[in-house]
């Protein structure tokens, strides 16, 4: 091998010359481009991370049974979508809970109960909720709308809606009526004119759901009766007058917030029996005023009417007949009504009807003969 020569006297020392791979460029290896790539997705995937932890510590939840959410009717409601048939009630208002919690939910009209919402949201740790009955709730009075068919049992201890034309169906809804306390005594269905029957049941509070009803048209209910209408008399119920047993037949039916006194029927003169239907829970009164069930009846008779049968042997009256009847044989002459209702001292031959103060005020039926 050979060497470079020492320098002479008075020459310049040179540096050695740099090996020849002292200044190569690295060598982008394998294994450089995995590490660089790892580290990488590291920083992504905790970038990604600390932002998903961000917005859920930051978003907003939707709240639980919130307003106008349907839940069940149990003592802890479950949520349920308002279309489910257990959706029961809907949330009308949410309300910071006090005792008794009920008593706040009271501002609410068609509030019928208040529950502890079982869920706790942070904003508000307790809350009541005040719910309203939905179409689905068969058995809460606060659901039932004009046209409804009930079955009620007890003045009102039971209600349930039923579909229209079913055997158990007894009463169909006129209106629904909000009142403060049972019994009910200030004049219950008054603003329903077509009602004949109010059951009543407590509500939220203590306050009552009255129901204003009457009976369906094919019941045999003297509630429910009109004018011109038979009944039997032993079981006071209506029956077609035709039928054997039908004593009665209906002269008018009114509603009223007092127990009737006798008189009664005052405005009506031939009466023989009043029906009178008292609730247990309400203070609205049904009176039914009637008179015999045969038409031809010489009580319902007017001055100018016929007569048959006068001077035949017997006690029975004579009875009316159409003046056309070549058998007419008598003539009313006068009608008197009152306490002291009687007909003139007879002259002739004559005779009178009379019906002394009762169910009404005193009927008198004069007639004299053609």
Request: contains cysteine; aromatic residues 4%; glycine residues 10%.
């Amino acid at each position: 091998m050979m060497y470079p020569a020492p320098p002479q006297p008075g020459e310049p020392i040179q540096a050695p010359a740099e090996p020849p791979f002292a200044h190569t460029p690295p060598v982008d290896s394998p294994r450089r481009r995995w590490v660089l790539w790892l580290v990488l997705a590291v920083v992504v995937v905790v970038g990604t991370m600390a932002g998903v932890a961000g917005y859920v510590l930051t978003r907003t939840e939707p709240l639980a049974m919130a307003l106008g959410d349907c839940v069940s009717g149990a003592e802890i409601p479950v949520e349920y979508g308002c279309d489910d048939e257990r959706a029961t009630y809907r949330i009308v208002a949410r309300e910071s809970a006090q005792w008794p919690f009920g008593i706040i939910c009271m501002k609410y009209a068609d509030a019928t109960r208040a529950v502890l919402d079982p869920k706790p949201h942070e904003s508000n740790p307790a809350a009541a909720l005040c719910l309203s009955p939905t179409r689905a709730n068969t058995t809460d009075p606060g659901a039932l709308l004009a046209g409804d068919c009930i079955d009620a049992k007890k003045g009102g201890e039971t209600i349930v809606r039923m579909t229209c034309g079913t055997p158990a169906t007894t009463l169909d809804v006129v209106g629904i009526e909000i009142h403060a306390r049972i019994p009910v005594t200030d004049q219950a269905c008054k603003s329903h004119a077509a009602t004949r029957t109010a059951v009543a049941q407590v509500s939220l509070g203590g306050r009552v759901i009255v129901v204003c009803a009457r009976p369906i048209a094919s019941s045999t209910s003297m509630s429910g009766s009109e004018v011109g209408d038979c009944a039997a008399e032993t079981t006071m119920t209506v029956a077609p007058c035709d039928q054997p047993g039908v004593r009665h037949r209906i002269l008018s039916v009114r509603t009223q917030h007092v127990e009737p006194v006798s008189p009664e029927c005052p405005d009506d003169g031939n009466v023989n029996a009043v029906f009178v239907d008292t609730g247990a829970t309400t203070d609205l009164r049904v009176v039914v005023c009637m008179g015999p069930a045969n038409t031809d009846h010489l009580g319902y008779g007017q001055p100018g009417d016929c007569l048959i049968g006068f001077g035949a042997a017997g006690s029975a009256p004579p009875a009316l007949v159409d003046c056309a009847d070549p058998a007419a044989n008598a003539t009313v002459t006068e009608v008197h009504r009152g306490p002291g209702a009687e007909c003139p001292r007879p002259v002739g031959a004559s005779g009178s009807f009379t019906m002394k103060p009762g169910a009404t005020t005193g009927l008198a039926v004069c007639y004299v003969p053609l």
